[in-house]
């Protein structure tokens, strides 16, 4: 039961905040400096706009992926073990995909400049990248 909290305690939060931030860059917000550029980006693809000529199936794609991930998570026990992690994953995918449906495409703002140009992303996506470092992380202690 436990996990169970800690697990759509973490989704919520992280969906929520995701969807409060990228309602900023809806709504115009914009902001620059020397390195990053806080700036509305609709990204129709994945990372690094790949796929973008799936159209409208890519957002069905990743809703397939997806039931597939909960599906192997639930039977392998992931949720019992990773709940935060799990819990941070899912909150930014559903937030990504929720972007999908109801805008068209994922609401990227953030824009790294400095020396080189990396790929624009949001706090979803930093928090699939903690989510999976945590489960590494997990992991790599237990080995040890």
Not at 5 to 25: A, M, N, P
Not at 123 to 140: H, K, T
Request: hydrophobic letters at 55%; glycine letters at 10%; proline letters at 1%.
């Amino acid at each position: 039961m436990r996990a169970w909290v800690i697990f759509f305690s973490s989704l919520i939060g992280v969906f929520l905040i995701d969807q409060g931030i990228k309602e900023l860059f809806l709504s115009g917000f914009s902001w620059q400096s020397k390195c990053i550029s806080l700036e509305l980006h609709l990204n129709r693809g994945v990372a690094f706009s790949m796929l973008s000529s799936l159209g409208e199936w890519l957002k069905f794609l990743q809703l397939a992926i997806l039931a597939l991930l909960i599906y192997f998570i639930l039977k392998e026990g992931w949720l019992k073990k990773y709940p935060l992690s799990i819990g941070f994953i899912g909150g930014g995918a559903l937030g990504n995909l929720y972007d999908r449906f109801f805008h068209g495409a994922v609401t990227d703002y953030v824009f790294w400049h400095c020396g080189f140009n990396f790929a624009v992303f949001n706090f979803a996506d930093v928090m699939i990248d903690v989510g999976i470092g945590l489960i590494l992380l997990q992991e790599f202690l237990k080995k040890k």
